[in-house]
């Protein structure tokens, strides 16, 4: 299998190269306050069979990569949530199983991989909690360094994760944007790689592999996948998978992907309507998707707009709803950016065909943000001593 890079907003072609991360052209039309230009997509070319090894159709060789089992998710089949909800066809992948709990294993281990193959140390990042946490345990893995700029907003959980597996953060007094700016002027003054979202194009190429695997769970696509958004790296991701797999004659059609914002962080989803991006301050309960300006926004509303995707949104409620049903019909507790992909889906199901095949992804593992999900449970007031405090339901 061969690989380069191509730019998503001129697609001019580039040797792979640690140094280049976006293109050096469409990256001079960088206005401030707007999503990244000159995003660098992977490109593959050579051949697959339908039971392809994932590694093969990665940019970097096997034995880069650190020793941590990231991927290979399981795909559930809700069987008290397809009965009640009359979804035969409906699954979830379960990405808050990977090392670290999120989906964002997969990047952090493509870019472990990377930094590897080209002798650098040191990985820098900003990062709402889970890329952090994330890269710091891969790195772990690795025995590479990690420089983390964390908002001092983000979940206890997400901190102590990124300190335990032996990261350097720096806590910022500001949103994850100012955060993002700090790393890229950390990397342009001292070096190493840096990891942030999107602007390292093994992010992005990373979180394919969660597509790849779907096709190869299912034997095929599902006719519709919801995914959370905020950067839009993980939609544009999931996008990439689907169209290595068409490349490669293994499919010959897309799901219909349905990215799922929250209301208080929709940037993406007000794109969509007036292909402009205007950042505005966010706020949801979901952290890992309240982004001000998509890094990744101007491929992501690319992709949905060329493979008909939607975007919806949903509010902080549906979203703490949606996660309580969720952990209680099937015993999956996903933390509310993933539960959002859930609260997209109930939202929309009355206009789905109940034997439509369907799969929600729960990007994120509820145990990191367990303060959100007190939100939609009654935690008990009274303490008891004995069985004769209990008043037991007749
Ligand atoms: C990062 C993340 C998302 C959103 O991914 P983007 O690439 O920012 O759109 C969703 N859910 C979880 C749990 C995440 O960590």
């Not at 380069?4 to 990256?27: A, E, Q, W």
């Not at 493509?110 to 002798?119: D, I, Y």
């Not at 001092?152 to 949103?175: E, F, S």
């Amino acid at each position: 299998m061969q690989f380069n890079y191509m730019c998503s907003d001129c697609g001019r072609n580039y040797t792979i190269d640690p140094k280049l991360t976006v293109c050096p052209v469409c990256g001079e039309q960088q206005a401030p306050d707007q999503p990244l230009r000159g995003v660098l997509d992977v490109e593959l070319s050579g051949n697959a069979e339908k039971d392809f090894d994932v590694f093969d159709l990665l940019p970097v060789p096997r034995h880069f990569f650190p020793p941590i089992p990231v991927g290979n998710t399981p795909l559930w089949q809700p069987e008290n949530l397809r009965r009640s909800l009359g979804f035969e066809n409906l699954y979830i992948k379960d990405d808050g199983l990977n090392p670290t709990g999120s989906l964002k294993d997969r990047a952090s281990f493509l870019v472990s991989a990377f930094a590897a193959q080209h002798g650098i140390n040191e990985i820098v990042l900003a990062s709402s909690g889970n890329a952090g946490s994330s890269m710091a345990g891969v790195a772990a893995a690795a025995g590479q360094q990690v420089t983390l700029f964390l908002p001092a907003t983000a979940p206890a959980a997400k901190l102590v994760q990124a300190l335990q597996y032996g990261a350097t953060v720096h806590r910022v007094n500001g949103p994850y944007d100012d955060a993002y700016d700090l790393s890229l002027e950390y990397t342009n003054r001292f070096g190493g790689m840096n990891r942030s979202t999107a602007y390292n194009p093994m992010t992005l190429e990373g979180k394919k592999t969660v597509s790849l695997e779907i096709f190869q769970q299912l034997g095929g696509v599902p006719d519709y996948l919801f995914v959370a958004s905020g950067d839009g790296c993980i939609l544009s991701g999931v996008y990439k998978g689907f169209q290595d797999l068409r490349q490669l004659g293994l499919i010959d059609k897309f799901p219909t992907v349905i990215a799922v914002q929250a209301a208080g962080s929709d940037a993406l989803y007000r794109a969509f309507q007036t292909g402009q991006f205007e950042a505005r301050p966010t706020r949801t309960v979901a952290d890992s998707i309240c982004v001000n300006v998509p890094r990744n926004g101007w491929q992501a509303l690319k992709r949905l707009q060329t493979h008909n995707g939607r975007v919806i949104t949903v509010s902080d409620e549906e979203i703490i709803a949606a996660q309580a049903r969720l952990s209680r019909t099937t015993g999956l507790f996903s933390e509310p950016a993933g539960a959002a992909a859930f609260a997209g889906f109930l939202k929309l199901s009355a206009e789905l065909a109940p034997a439509a095949g369907i799969v929600i992804l729960a990007t994120g593992n509820g145990l990191k943000d367990s303060t959100a999900a007190v939100r939609g449970i009654a935690v008990p007031a009274e303490t008891i001593k004995s069985l004769s405090d209990i008043t037991k339901g007749t």
